[in-house]
């Protein structure tokens, strides 16, 4: 507003000195200063105060005799004694007459006809009239204002603009306000004020004489205001209203530009009020013009971002003005750019008038102290040009040009600077325009090189300039330009635009001048590693650059060695990891199995070397040793392991094309892997999670795969239940001082036992106090000892808590742990002759497990343990199968197809065998091992003697067992009674618990392959565990799917087989499918009948009527069909015998009376009416024929029995 300029404003001295009412302040100022605040202070002085105190009562005196000496005061007196009351009624009858009359300048009810001008009539007036012809114009200017829809204007007003007249007309004003509040809010008295000339000076004077409204006045102009100021008259005129504002108080400068960036309005005066403001304390570092801007630009408020972008953007279209707060902007940021710049030989500090001519050049280092306000000054000017879309001007970009080429000291601040200087040549290559700029930034990149390390060791930073120089001459190398433009953005710290086109000038000079890729790599292998590399250490590091050479394949197309960096590289990590490490890792592989090209197939990388790894897992073998120093780190460990099982995976992925190419790397031998506690590393990675980010996932997908049996679901489960809250509260009440045994006592209890019960138990509950990792130097004990434990009169106790303690362990150390507890359970016979088993053996033949001690099976805790390593290495056989077809086959296959040139259709033939002999051997493994098993519940001779046989202990939950007669016997057996009493320890007994650990196990395997089940039933096994099998494994119900196609087969063995299963399954599982299958066996059996000789008719139908009682009482409509085919198959064997023996004619009968009338056989309390039939030991010369026919009736009179039972 230049039309006040000549008016004097309050000063910030007398506005702070009426805000505190500070009378020795005001006595201070001038005549004409004080003139300014004439109305506060005459009101202050006459009208009552609320402060009766006597401090107030001296400084009313002080304030009174100030006034005396002013000659206007009598007129503000004057204005005083007007009676508001009457004036403020006929204001607002002339707004509502203004209202009605649609705001035309008609009739006025506070001033009548005017005979002169406004500034006449203003001088010739009394105190009433000049306070009703101010009030008459300022609510005309406050209508227009509420009906402009927020257009501006700018009212031409005579009593506003005359000189002579103005401070009357401010003291009216002041008197108006503070008098009719409701009638004139301030906050719209501002507002009207903004559309005067001089408003400004008239608004300032209103402030300072109601010092209290200062923000609230502030808050209402900045609300109202234009979101662009600099785009319209009125936007400036309002930021320069509040930027006087502003000086009067600056103590709110920060305060209302705090209100600008809240309501996104007025951007200028923002900058504006940055510019103004003097901070009491200068700060050394960074300017507020550099920190304001650069906190608009780069916080996270996108929308204050784009509203101050906007600014920006239209600032640079309108012609350059002095008045332009933009410009006076990017002056002030010239001007603070120069003033740091290095000494200059023709350093040039621009004006107005001449900012685009030229700099000068030539320059020493960069001074320390402005290092840091260097730093902060790039990005800024990277955030207005990339962000807010800034063109600098010639002048500008030739004084950046400079401080980007300057040289820092070696300090962390220095080497961010030269970060940020290389980022902004690559983000605005524009800036290099002339030969000799360009000569200028090749020379400061060629000593970028060249103090590279000097920076990093003086600096004592891991992370240097020198690594990302190195990464981007890669991604120029491998044309990446998106990963450069991606590394600008993030060493910068905010998202640009940069077209990738834009940086072909760039590329070229580092492809061609300074880094061609032998030098590239050359220089990469000499860099030194990160010391104790982690996730905390940020920036752009050697890894990074090493990484990126790799997926190039610059190494090995060069010849240059980078085994041993990522092995040194690898052993100098720790937590949290770093995200590069993996990646590192994977493509460090990829470059080991693939080729760089096809014309050169041994151009790889060299793997790490056996003797490394074991370096690295040295003092982590779970032996003694644990108790001493590792060496390294337990993030290194878990690396070279995720190393390891990556390299396999990824050799027998990659196998058809490498046998292709006639390749075959190295795989790393069993023994190694045998030294490696995988399971502990894994199991230590579970606790780091946090630290490790995905390489524990990583892992378990790797174990999944090739070790299989390490991740068995028990297996998880038991270490819930050893790393659980329980066992830790149990652990840490175990006292610090409490008696610590060794090994060699342990093994000496063993060695004692049984007179060595107590003090072994005392041994072994103490060992279970202690956690798995520090339970693992007394595995061997525990296992070479194991065998003893089978001697007789050993507690149950000691076994049961040794299966505790192998479980523990288990979890930490299982493969080791499985060796060990097979080999110590071999039968006395082998360990007198020293036969040690190893790992490869027991993955090649797993039921190697099943041939132990004898006395194990009937030793419930220690067969618990032989079932876990038997599953385990189930697991495991499949996947070392498996692994070694996808090892040899596509070799094999190159070579037969090689040898066969000339055979076609043959070349495939080899690779169909293998699959399925590979296929065929897990059945057959997995069936033996189900046979063996089955076998063991068997009860032998001295536990049938005791009368542990397997009905007794299943009868309380089958009732009667359907099958009663023996195959080949020679007569029906003597029934048993349902309740018989049950032997002595039938339930309890070591028997009884081996065959429920062997049911569960083989329940889990027939759930994870039924083909298992199908394969095993098709074999049979003997008929007396069908009792046990039926109840005691709960997915045999599968059974059901393939008992048709088992009574299908043409041995009559396997059709009695299936017909006995099928009763127990009936009696186990009444469900519709099996009644449907029951009804197949029916009609099987009949046809059977007709087709089958007189001997096989015997041998067939003697084991298997008995099943027919089953299954009317499963299915009790199925008693038709079962009546019908016993008296057919009783006619069939009547018509054979009718020669031989005459009186077979009754026992026809009898069965069809029986048949008819079953009630009738039967009197009351369920006994049968007919004569006892004969016993077997009778009939033992008799026909065959004629014990089938007493079997037959047997069988009617159990089906009518059952039934009246049922009832």
């Known amino acids: 507003m230049s039309d006040s300029a000549g008016l004097q404003f309050v000063s910030s001295f007398a506005f702070e000195a009426m805000q505190k009412v500070d009378v020795g302040r005001l006595a201070a100022l001038s005549d004409p200063e004080l003139r300014l605040l004439l109305p506060c202070l005459v009101r202050m002085a006459l009208c009552a105060p609320a402060d009766q105190s006597q401090t107030w009562a001296q400084d009313k005196k002080l304030i009174l005799r100030l006034l005396s000496g002013v000659e206007a005061v009598n007129s503000v007196v004057a204005l005083l004694s007007v009676d508001f009351h009457a004036l403020e009624q006929d204001a607002r009858k002339e707004q509502q007459l203004r209202h009605k009359a649609g705001g035309s300048n008609g009739e006025s009810i506070l001033v009548s006809q005017l005979q002169h001008g406004l500034t006449l009539e203003f001088e010739h007036s009394d105190p009433l009239r000049r306070l009703r012809l101010t009030l008459s114009e300022l609510l005309a200017i406050m209508n227009k204002v509420t009906d402009?829809?927020?257009?501006?204007?700018?009212?031409?007003?005579?009593?506003?603009?005359?000189?002579?007249?103005?401070?009357?007309v401010a003291d009216v004003l002041c008197i108006l306000q503070?008098?009719?509040?409701?009638?004139?809010?301030?906050?719209?008295?501002?507002?009207?004020?903004?559309?005067?000339?001089?408003?400004?000076?008239?608004?300032?004077?209103?402030?300072?004489?109601?010092?209290?409204?200062?923000?609230?006045?502030?808050?209402?102009?900045?609300?109202?205001?234009?979101?662009?100021?600099?785009?319209?008259?009125?936007?400036?005129?309002?930021?320069?209203?509040?930027?006087?504002?502003?000086?009067?108080?600056?103590?709110?400068?920060?305060?209302?530009?705090?209100?600008?960036?809240?309501?996104?309005?007025?951007?200028?005066?923002?900058?504006?009020?940055?510019?103004?403001?003097?901070?009491?304390?200068?700060?050394?570092?960074?300017?507020?013009?550099?920190?304001?801007?650069?906190?608009?630009?780069?916080?996270?408020?996108?929308?204050?971002?784009?509203?101050?972008?906007?600014?920006?953007?239209?600032?640079?279209?309108?012609?350059?003005?002095?008045?332009?707060?933009?410009?006076?902007?990017?002056?002030?940021?010239?001007?603070?750019?120069?003033?740091?710049?290095?000494?200059?030989?023709?350093?040039?500090?621009?004006?107005?008038?001449?900012?685009?001519?030229?700099?000068?050049?030539g320059y020493s280092g960069l001074r320390e102290e402005h290092v840091v306000k260097a730093s902060a000054l790039l990005r800024l000017y990277c955030a207005l040009m990339g962000i807010a879309g800034l063109r600098p001007t010639d002048e500008e970009a030739e004084q950046l040009l400079q401080l980007m080429t300057s040289r820092p000291p070696a300090t962390p601040a220095g080497v961010r600077f030269v970060s940020l200087s290389f980022c902004k040549l690559l983000a605005f290559p524009t800036l290099v325009s002339t030969p000799e700029q360009e000569q200028l930034m090749v020379m400061w990149l060629s000593w970028m090189i060249k103090e590279e390390e000097y920076f990093e060791s003086a600096a004592g930073v891991s992370a240097s300039f020198g690594e990302m120089l190195l990464l981007v001459a890669m991604y120029f190398h491998s044309n990446q330009l998106s990963s450069i433009i991606e590394l600008v953005c993030s060493t910068l710290g905010m998202k640009i635009a940069i077209k990738p086109s834009s940086l072909n000038k760039m590329k070229t000079i580092f492809t061609q001048e300074i880094f061609t890729e032998q030098v590239v790599t050359a220089h990469a292998v000499r860099v030194a590693v990160t010391n104790s590399l982690s996730a905390n250490i940020t920036g752009f590091l050697p890894i990074h650059c090493i990484y990126q050479l790799?997926?190039?394949?610059?190494?090995?197309?060069?010849?240059?060695?980078?085994?041993?960096?990522?092995?040194?590289?690898?052993?100098?990590?720790?937590?949290?990891?770093?995200?590069?490490?993996?990646?590192?890792?994977?493509?460090?592989?990829?470059?080991?199995?693939?080729?760089?090209?096809?014309a050169n197939p041994e151009a790889t990388n060299q793997p790490i070397t056996e003797q490394e790894i074991l370096n690295v897992f040295q003092s982590s073998q779970g032996d003694g040793s644990r108790g001493g120093r590792q060496r390294y780190s337990i993030t290194t460990q878990l690396l070279i392991l995720y190393y390891i099982l990556s390299y396999e995976e990824n050799l027998l992925a990659s196998t058809k094309q490498l046998a292709l190419m006639q390749r075959k790397p190295k795989s790393y031998s069993a023994a190694l892997m045998d030294q490696i506690p995988i399971k502990y590393l894994v199991t230590q990675a579970q606790g780091l999670q946090q630290e490790l980010g995905g390489l524990h996932s990583?892992?378990?997908?790797?174990?999944?795969?090739?070790?299989?049996?390490?991740?068995?679901?028990?297996?998880?489960?038991?270490?819930?239940?050893?790393?659980?809250?329980?066992?830790?509260?149990?652990?840490?009440?175990?006292?610090?001082?409490?008696?610590?045994?060794?090994?060699?006592?342990?093994?000496?209890?063993?060695?004692?036992?049984?007179?060595?019960?107590?003090?072994?138990?005392?041994?072994?509950?103490?060992?279970?106090?202690?956690?798995?990792?520090?339970?693992?130097?007394?595995?061997?004990?525990?296992?070479?000892?194991?065998?003893?434990?089978?001697?007789?009169?050993?507690?149950?106790?000691?076994?049961?808590?040794?299966?505790?303690?192998?479980?523990?362990?288990?979890?930490?150390?299982?493969?080791?742990?499985?060796?060990?507890?097979?080999?110590?359970?071999?039968?006395?016979?082998?360990?007198?002759?020293?036969?040690?088993?190893?790992?490869?053996?027991?993955?090649?033949?797993?039921?190697?497990?099943?041939?132990?001690?004898?006395r194990v099976y009937r030793c419930p805790p220690l067969m618990d343990i032989v079932l876990h390593m038997l599953n385990g290495y189930l697991t495991a056989s499949k996947a070392y199968l498996q692994c070694h077809l996808k090892e040899t086959a596509d070799f094999d296959r190159q070579n037969q197809t090689v040898s066969n040139v000339g055979a076609p259709g043959q070349a495939d033939t080899p690779e169909v065998t293998r699959e399925e002999l590979k296929n065929a051997l897990l059945a057959a493994q997995d069936s033996a091992a189900v046979q063996i098993l089955l076998e063991i519940c068997l009860p032998t001779s001295e536990e049938q003697q005791l009368g542990a046989n397997t009905e007794s202990l299943l009868r309380s939950n089958l009732g009667p067992a359907?099958?009663?007669?023996?195959?080949?016997?020679?007569?029906?057996?003597?029934?048993?009674?349902?309740?018989?009493?049950?032997p002595e320890g039938g339930l309890f007994s070591d028997l009884r618990e081996v065959q429920c650990l062997i049911c569960c196990l083989l329940h889990q395997m027939f759930i994870a392959d039924p083909n298992i089940a199908k394969l095993v039933h098709f074999q049979g096994y003997p008929r007396a565990l069908l009792p046990l099998t039926v109840a005691g494994i709960p997915s045999i119900h599968i059974c059901l799917d393939f008992i048709p196609e088992l009574l299908a087969q043409p041995q009559l063995e396997k059709q009695t087989f299936a017909i006995q299963l099928l009763s127990h399954l009936c009696t186990q599982y009444a469900l519709p499918k099996s009644l449907c299958v029951a009804r197949l066996a029916i009609s099987v059996m009949g046809t059977l009948l007709t087709v089958l000789s007189r001997a096989?008719?015997?041998?067939?139908?003697?084991?298997?009527?008995?099943?027919?009682?089953?299954?009317?009482?499963?299915?009790?409509?199925?008693?038709?069909?079962?009546?019908?085919?016993?008296?057919?198959?009783?006619?069939?064997?009547?018509?054979?015998?009718?020669?031989?023996?005459?009186?077979?004619?009754?026992?026809?009968?009898?069965?069809?009376?029986?048949?008819?009338?079953?009630?009738?056989?039967?009197?009351?309390?369920?006994?049968?009416?007919?004569?006892?039939?004969?016993?077997?030991?009778?009939?033992?010369?008799?026909?065959?024929?004629?014990?089938?026919?007493?079997?037959?009736?047997?069988?009617?009179?159990?089906?009518?029995?059952?039934?009246?039972?049922?009832?």
């Open 1096 to 1207: 096989k008719r015997f041998t067939f139908f003697m084991p298997t009527l008995p099943c027919l009682v089953a299954f009317c009482q499963a299915f009790p409509p199925l008693y038709d069909d079962v009546a019908a085919l016993l008296v057919q198959v009783g006619q069939v064997c009547a018509s054979d015998v009718a020669t031989k023996v005459r009186d077979m004619d009754p026992f026809i009968a009898r069965f069809q009376s029986l048949k008819e009338k079953p009630q009738a056989a039967v009197v009351p309390g369920g006994r049968s009416s007919e004569p006892t039939p004969m016993a077997a030991e009778d009939l033992g010369g008799a026909d065959p024929d004629v014990q089938l026919c007493y079997c037959i009736e047997a069988t009617f009179m159990d089906i009518i029995s059952s039934t009246l039972h049922g009832l």
């Open 178 to 361: 503070a008098e009719l509040p409701s009638l004139l809010p301030i906050v719209d008295v501002a507002e009207a004020l903004l559309h005067v000339r001089n408003g400004d000076w008239f608004l300032c004077l209103l402030v300072a004489n109601v010092p209290d409204s200062f923000n609230e006045v502030c808050k209402g102009l900045i609300k109202n205001g234009e979101r662009q100021d600099e785009e319209s008259v009125g936007g400036r005129r309002r930021t320069e209203a509040l930027r006087q504002l502003c000086q009067m108080n600056p103590s709110q400068a920060l305060n209302i530009r705090a209100m600008v960036v809240e309501e996104c309005h007025l951007p200028g005066l923002g900058v504006a009020l940055t510019l103004d403001y003097k901070p009491d304390t200068a700060d050394e570092a960074v300017s507020p013009l550099v920190s304001y801007v650069s906190g608009l630009l780069l916080g996270t408020n996108s929308k204050v971002r784009t509203w101050f972008s906007m600014f920006i953007r239209n600032g640079q279209q309108r012609k350059r003005e002095s008045s332009s707060v933009l410009w006076q902007m990017r002056r002030q940021l010239l001007l603070e750019l120069v003033a740091i710049l290095p000494r200059s030989r023709s350093i040039h500090v621009p004006n107005v008038n001449d900012m685009e001519d030229g700099g000068g050049s």
């Open 698 to 854: 990583a892992l378990l997908r790797l174990l999944a795969t090739n070790y299989p049996h390490l991740c068995l679901v028990e297996d998880w489960v038991c270490e819930e239940e050893v790393t659980g809250t329980l066992p830790l509260l149990r652990r840490m009440m175990l006292p610090t001082n409490t008696c610590r045994y060794t090994q060699s006592q342990l093994h000496q209890a063993f060695q004692k036992l049984p007179s060595s019960s107590p003090r072994l138990m005392r041994i072994l509950e103490h060992l279970t106090l202690l956690s798995p990792g520090d339970l693992i130097p007394y595995a061997e004990a525990l296992t070479a000892s194991m065998a003893l434990l089978l001697e007789p009169a050993v507690p149950r106790r000691l076994m049961q808590t040794l299966n505790k303690l192998w479980m523990v362990l288990n979890t930490v150390m299982p493969r080791r742990l499985w060796v060990m507890t097979v080999n110590a359970l071999q039968p006395s016979a082998k360990l007198l002759g020293q036969q040690k088993y190893t790992q490869n053996d027991l993955m090649v033949d797993p039921l190697i497990v099943l041939r132990c001690d004898h």
């Open 962 to 982: 359907p099958d009663k007669t023996k195959p080949g016997s020679q007569g029906p057996t003597a029934r048993v009674d349902v309740g018989d009493a049950e």
């Open 148 to 168: 402009s829809n927020g257009e501006f204007f700018l009212k031409s007003s005579e009593l506003f603009e005359s000189p002579v007249y103005l401070e009357e």
């Open 550 to 598: 790799l997926r190039s394949r610059a190494f090995t197309k060069h010849k240059v060695s980078i085994k041993d960096w990522i092995y040194r590289q690898l052993c100098e990590t720790t937590t949290p990891i770093h995200t590069q490490l993996i990646p590192l890792i994977d493509v460090y592989i990829n470059s080991i199995l693939t080729p760089a090209s096809k």
